[in-house]
């Protein structure tokens, strides 16, 4: 294509340089997304999109501006002003259970050293709290405890009515960087290499009262983590800059498996050309993780791997699915893998079995496995039904999308309704399905007619 | 360069004919016999050989009560535009048509003289020696020193072709009449603001003469009068008088009933009427002795505080006073305005007729594809003003005899055939009226009226006794009938109820005579009149002058085809006599009418080039009878050529002006336009859609082009049709924009605004570009940022469809469907650009009606009963589109592109401003070389 553009006498500078990325085809025909959305309001990178509720999302950046979308119609509902810095993060704090009308809340985090929670039926900000001495670097919320924690250089505790329950002592090593929430009211908080795990105690004051204790600090990584994800009540699992995986208990916080090198392509045998050998740590740092029930989706570097917890071992990867750093994964509920990346597309991978000898297909590699006494029985038959039967996955790629023009940030899954991305351009896109769009234009249509009880009538 | 020669032979240029003649002459086998009718100067494309311009202009004349009938202005005001036509000469025939349009003066049993408010009458009157027909719209403007108060104007449409203004006529009529109505509306408060001068005057006059007497009084006690104190008192008396009517003429004209004006376009400038009324004790001393009462100051104050001047008992009257001009009768403020509606008119009517029927035909149609019409027509077209929306029925109904007429199109100035054509145009007219009285809400005004009405006025002519300007009122009362309230007016109208007796008498038959004017209709309500009273219609014009001159009505039956050439004479000289008559200076005439010798050429030389208006005297109309008949029976060609070849001024001038018309058309068509005026002259309906005009004309001339020179034409009209977007890619502006130009006619908008096309961006592109623009012209460069461009087109190649106009070769998705062969057939006849557009609009209206369908059809989308899966609907979905619409392959994916384009600007907000959102497939593309 390229090629032929540059062709008719022009230069080609400097393109020679071949992609190792595995391509697609112009025919995709798995790929349902044949309509998009260009949603514009920010003007700066837009890092950050936060599920409200069935149809709505918020959207949020370098800009400091927070947009509420439609993601049905694409329309803007609200833009939010208010943090006079980047926004650093964002959580969706959903009404709480049953109780009086639905109030969907938003809190953002700033640079500016502000979190804000806002009002999303009425744009309007609820409350402000500026007592930080440091910027929040994540939130997450307690649903089950109808709180909400911040961290930053210390991990504050707040209730519904932003009313500071209770705080831990200041940080200095590094600040929290993601927080996890854990059973029995603990939460993990990813501080520089460590790994930190607070648990919330009803204080002996109040009966509305929390405080917070440290209760145990792990130091099992080599480097930053950068990720940090719960697969269920009894497991989580960090990722490292260096592209150590560890796989956590959740009740008593002990490393079951630790993966590495796995992906490091210089322990391979089958070395491949395409990557220089001055590999830098972005190759092989986990940038995002995300779970399903059986399978932890890493993003790895350039490549996705999936890691089966029962298995404890990489099922399935891409070493190079895209031409830059992966930047976030999800898993849809259809066997399909969603990434997106620093070069600006969006992937959709669908995980595939396939009767096939493991030898080969399997990029076993070199596994350093550490068992922590928990290699049951079970685990051991698993292991030797895979021996038995040559089941295989394979990530196969299945569609991309195209439209960014810079890195894709994030993307937010609406199941039917599309996906929203994210990017460096400033740009908000929706995909959707083009024929259920159509379908839904026809619906529509026909009511409007049925309203208007004549074709003419509106015009 | 001729291209078609067989057209040639029917052409009747000048320069052709030359050719043709001077040729060895062809075996009688093989020459084409010429145009049969060529004698009348009206073969289908070329101009009737008689006519001395070549446009179409818009004339405004009056009757003036010095100088009798005059042009004023013409429209385009343009020396060039009547050429050598004599103005003069047709401003006598038109006025000569209509009488005084209003009856003004003392009325049978009234005291004080009365305003009518008549309408204007409309006329149709053909010269065909002058080649010229005209549309003319007779009006009257009061002027208080005018005599009887009124000044007689006509606007006259003036045209070669006869069809034009049959077929225009109810179009022409309404534009005319809303010019009329804003130069009336003006006039009426420059009347009323005469009058108040004039009061003002009268009532300083009556100051002075009452003091003059009281001194007169005081000074002669004897008990008697002296001759001087009684003609003081006279002298007051009738200046008293006079107040008391103008103060009733002005009662008058601010009682003009307003609300008629309510659906015409201009804001007719009407306070006067409503603040009278809630003042009805108006008298004598508010006005007077309180000038600046509140009504008053807002009203006129722009007008300059006046001081009231001593009037003369005998005020001077018809000659020794300038009269006022059009401007100052009508204020400046309305005249202009109506100069500006009357330009809009002449634009409007611009080109030939068949051009403006297809051209109305066409808007009307596209008016019922409300829904679909905005996917392939510009909005201009669509954004007419409701005015236009007049056009009804009337025209509709008319088609077949219409179409019919042009295929035939055996253009005989037959006036028999005209007048029936114009009588079928007509018949729907009562419909119309209808419809008009509906509107205005004037129950008082029915049909049987103006029937009785114009029975009254074939009864007063068959007497031959009313005076000019009674017949008038009846001519114009048509719709008139109630306009005043007041029952004294109508209380003015003489009632006849037998109208028998006239119409045994008033049989005649239209006929044809060279140079006589032919009234070929009066007023529409016309059809309403059997058709032997309309037969003596025209007749009636000159039944005055036959009464003076004790020949009664039985002259005009007379004249038939055979004893035309003697009654030639006659008849112009009696067409002159009313006018001698009528005029205040009659005495003068034939001063006045006498051809100026510098307008026209040397008589003698300009051997039957008809620049010469007819003689009034006899013996000197013998011989031009000869010449009149030797010039227009072109059986004598030689005769006629040498005419032309005499006079090359006049070839010259001829030339010269046929040059300027194509300016405006496109050079290349330049060559062939003899064989072609037809469709070169037309020019559009508005200034915006001139513009559009040429557009398409170009678009569709560089888009033949295209389809000639691509072979891959058709995948990329494909691309355009499905809405994927199509680059075209180029180092050379001019080109890439030709080629933009040519393909932006396949570009279905994406809403009502502007096509969604861009013809030079020189910016690399990014996603919203695609979802923006469907068609997009792009630089290409070398440099750097020429590879970024390229790199971000590559990227997002799925998207696009890229046209590479340097190396010839176009990427795009493949296509086999049968619908884009059948627009870009590149071996098409189609030679004309404006053609091919129409063409191409053709095909795609079709189209547009299959997505019409497509997307409204219940069934289709949603299901019959609950149970159905959406598989089983989208099944017939396809099966509908494959079968019932008969579409291949790639063309259903025309038809669903199109589809949800109907179906988002269906359900679409008014105010929406969400974006277009960008629909693609997932299809590979190919590359196509030349």
């Known amino acids: 294509m390229l090629r032929w553009l540059m062709g008719g006498g022009r230069e080609p500078q400097g393109l020679s340089e071949k992609s190792s990325v595995q391509s697609l085809g112009e025919e995709q025909i798995q790929n349902p997304y044949t309509e998009l959305l ?26 400091g501006i927070v947009f509420l979308w439609n993601a049905q119609t694409g329309e803007k509902l609200f833009e939010l002003h208010g943090h006079t810095h980047k926004i650093t993060a964002i959580a969706a704090f959903p009404s709480s259970g049953a109780c009086e009308e639905k109030n969907h809340l938003i809190l953002t985090a700033s640079a500016d050293r502000t979190v804000i929670v806002w009002d999303c039926n009425s744009g309007r900000q609820v409350q402000k709290v500026s007592c930080f001495h440091s910027t929040v670097k994540c939130l997450t919320v307690l649903q089950r405890l109808d709180v909400w924690l911040s961290g930053g250089s210390d991990l504050c505790v707040w209730n519904r009515k932003l009313d500071l329950l209770c705080k831990t002592s200041h940080l200095t090593d590094a600040d929290i960087s993601a927080l996890v929430e854990l059973p029995k009211n603990c939460v993990a908080a990813a501080v520089g290499k460590e790994l930190i795990i607070f648990r919330l105690v009803v204080s002996t004051e109040g009966s509305e009262g929390w405080d917070v204790l440290e209760v145990k600090r792990l130091a099992d990584h080599q480097d930053n983590i950068l990720s940090l994800v719960s697969v269920n009540d009894l497991t989580f699992v960090t990722g490292s800059h260096v592209g150590e995986l560890i796989v956590w208990d959740g009740l008593d916080w002990i490393s079951q498996v630790c993966e590495c090198n796995t992906w490091d392509p210089s322990f391979h045998t089958v070395t491949q050309q395409e990557i220089k050998l001055s590999q830098n740590q972005h190759e092989v740092s986990i940038q995002h993780l995300t779970s399903d029930a059986e399978c932890v989706f890493a993003a790895v570097g350039k490549g996705i791997y999936v890691y089966n917890l029962q298995m404890k071992r990489v099922i399935a990867c891409q070493r190079t699915a895209h031409d830059s750093i992966v930047l976030h994964i999800a898993k849809l509920p259809n066997r399909q893998l969603i990434s997106c990346s620093e070069d600006g597309s969006v992937r959709i991978w669908e995980l595939r079995e396939k009767q096939q000898l493991p030898a080969e297909s399997v990029p076993t590699g070199f596994l350093n496995m550490w068992g922590f006494g928990r290699a049951n029985k079970q685990a051991s038959q698993t292991a030797k039904k895979m021996q038995e039967s040559t089941t ?39 995909w959707k399905d083009g024929e259920r769009e159509s379908r839904l234009r026809s619906l529509t249509l026909f009511q409007k007619l049925e309203q208007n009880d004549d074709l003419q009538l509106r015009f | 360069m001729i291209s078609a020669p067989d057209v040639v032979a029917f052409t009747k240029e000048d320069e052709f004919e030359e050719e043709a003649y001077n040729e060895p002459s062809l075996p009688e086998e093989y020459s084409v016999p010429l145009f049969p009718f060529a004698n009348h100067g009206a073969n289908p494309w070329s101009k009737f050989s008689g006519s001395k311009f070549t446009k179409d202009f818009i004339l405004i004349s009056e009757f003036s009560e010095q100088v009798g009938p005059q042009p004023l202005l013409t429209i385009p005001d343009d020396a060039k535009v009547s050429g050598t036509f004599d103005l003069n000469y047709f401003s006598l025939r038109i006025m000569s048509v209509d009488y005084q349009a209003s009856f003004v003066g003392h009325p049978p049993g009234c005291s004080y003289p009365k305003l009518n408010f008549v309408e204007d009458s409309k006329v149709v009157l053909g010269d065909s020696k002058e080649g010229a027909f005209a549309y003319v719209h007779h009006l009257t403007l009061y002027d208080l020193e005018a005599r009887g108060f009124v000044r007689p104007f006509c606007m006259a449409y003036i045209s070669t072709d006869e069809h034009k203004i049959m077929q225009q006529f109810q179009e ?39 003091n003059e007497t009281e001194i007169q009084k005081k000074a002669n006690d004897k008990g008697f009068y002296t001759t001087q104190a009684i003609e003081k008192a006279n002298e007051l008396a009738s200046v008293e008088k006079s107040i008391i009517e103008h103060q009733d003429l002005l009662k008058q004209i601010r009682s003009y009933p307003y609300r008629k004006l309510k659906d015409s376009d201009f804001h007719p400038y009407e306070p006067e009427c409503a603040l009278d009324q809630a003042n009805p004790s108006f008298d004598q001393d508010s006005t007077t002795s309180n000038p600046d009462e509140p009504g008053e100051t807002h009203l006129y104050a722009r007008m300059p505080s006046y001081t009231p001047k001593l009037i003369k008992a005998k005020s001077a009257k018809c000659f020794d006073k300038k009269l006022k001009t059009l401007e100052e009768l009508c204020d400046v403020y309305f005249f202009t305005q109506t100069l500006d509606q009357l330009n809009q008119i002449e634009k409007t009517f611009r080109g030939d007729v068949c051009y403006l029927l297809t051209n109305q035909i066409c808007k009307a149609l596209l008016k019922q594809q409300s829904i679909t019409n905005f996917l392939f027509e510009d909005k201009s077209v669509l954004d007419e003003k409701p005015a236009e929306k007049q056009y009804s029925g009337c025209q509709g109904s008319n088609q077949d005899t219409i179409n019919t007429k042009c295929l035939e199109e055996s253009p005989i100035p037959q006036v028999l055939i005209s007048l029936e054509s114009y009588k079928s145009s007509v018949e729907s007219v009562p419909i119309k009226m209808e419809q008009e009285i509906e509107d205005s809400q004037e129950p008082e005004v029915t049909e049987p009226i103006a029937f009785d009405q114009n029975l009254e006025y074939l009864d007063a002519d068959i007497k031959g006794s009313i005076s000019s300007g009674e017949s008038i009122e009846v001519l114009g009362t048509e719709k008139s009938t109630a306009v005043l309230t007041n029952s004294e007016s109508q209380a003015s109208l003489p009632i006849h109820p037998s109208p028998q007796v006239v119409r045994s008498k008033a049989v005649s038959r239209r006929t044809i005579s060279e140079d006589s004017i032919e009234v070929l209709s009066l007023c529409p309500s016309e059809s309403l009149i059997p058709e032997d009273f309309k037969a003596s219609y025209p007749s009636a014009i000159n039944e005055e002058s036959y009464a003076d001159d004790g020949r009664g ?23 002159l006599l009313p006018v001698d008559s009528a005029c205040c200076i009659g005495k003068e005439s034939p001063n006045f009418l006498e051809p100026l010798p510098d307008l026209t050429h040397k008589p003698c030389d300009d051997d039957g080039v008809v620049s010469i208006p007819p003689q009034p005297y006899r013996q000197v109309d013998q011989g031009f009878h000869v010449n009149f008949t030797d010039c227009s029976s072109h059986d004598d060609v030689s005769g006629g050529l040498l005419s032309y070849e005499l006079d090359p001024h006049y070839l010259s001038s001829r030339e010269a002006s046929r040059i300027s018309l194509d300016e405006y058309s496109d050079s290349t068509s330049y060559v062939s336009s003899a064989a072609s005026t037809c469709s070169e002259t037309p020019s559009p309906a508005h200034p915006l859609s001139h513009f559009n005009e040429r557009h398409k004309k170009k678009a569709g001339q560089n888009a033949l082009k295209f389809i000639r020179q691509y072979p891959f034409a058709h995948p990329a009209i494909y691309s355009l049709l499905s809405g994927r977007t ?33 013809h030079w961006v020189t910016s690399p592109l990014n996603i919203m570009d695609f979802q923006k623009w469907k068609l997009i012209g792009l630089q290409r460069v070398v440099s750097p940022v020429g590879v970024n461009m390229l790199h971000s087109l590559s990227r997002y190649s799925r998207y696009i469809s890229i046209l590479d106009a340097d190396s010839k070769t176009l990427r795009c998705p493949l296509y086999k469907g049968t619908l884009v062969p059948r627009l870009a057939d590149h071996r098409t006849q189609i030679k004309r650009g404006s053609t091919y557009y129409m063409h191409v609009q053709n095909i795609l209206t079709q189209l547009c009606s299959k997505a019409f369908l497509y997307a409204f059809c219940h069934h289709l989308h949603l299901p019959i ?3 159905e899966t959406e598989e089983s609907i989208a099944c017939r979905r396809m099966n509908f589109l494959k079968l019932h619409l008969g579409l291949v392959n790639e063309d259903v994916k025309v038809v669903q592109y199109l589809a949800e384009l109907l179906k988002l600007q269906y359900i679409q907000e008014p105010v929406s401003s969400i974006n277009p959102m960008l629909r693609f497939d997932y299809v590979p593309s190919f590359l196509y070389k030349i």
């Open chain 2, 172 to 210: 022409l009529s309404t534009e005319f009449s809303k010019a009329s109505e804003c130069l009336k509306t003006g006039n009426r408060k420059a009347f009323a603001n005469e009058l108040e001068k004039k009061l003002k005057d009268l009532d300083y006059t009556r100051t002075v003469l009452h």
């Open chain 2, 726 to 758: 199509l680059i075209v890619l180029g180092e050379d502006e001019a080109m890439v924009k030709k080629l933009v130009t040519a393909l932006s006619i396949f570009v279905p908008n994406c809403g009502v605004y502007a096509k969604p096309v861009k």
């Open chain 1, 38 to 63: 260009v949603l514009k309001g920010h003007h700066d990178i837009v890092r950050f999109l936060v599920q409200i509720d069935d149809c709505r999302f918020a959207s949020a950046g370098d800009d």
């Open chain 2, 865 to 867: 009963n609950e149970t």
């Open chain 1, 392 to 430: 295989s996955y394979s990530l196969e790629l299945i569609g991309d999308l195209i439209g960014h023009s810079s890195a894709v940030q994030m993307f937010l899954y609406f199941s039917e309704l599309g996906l929203v991305t994210c990017s460096a351009d400033h740009l908000i896109i929706l």
């Open chain 2, 553 to 575: 009505i039985h002259v005009s039956p007379s004249l038939n085809p055979s004893n035309v050439e003697e009654m030639e004479g006659n008849s112009e000289q009696e067409k």
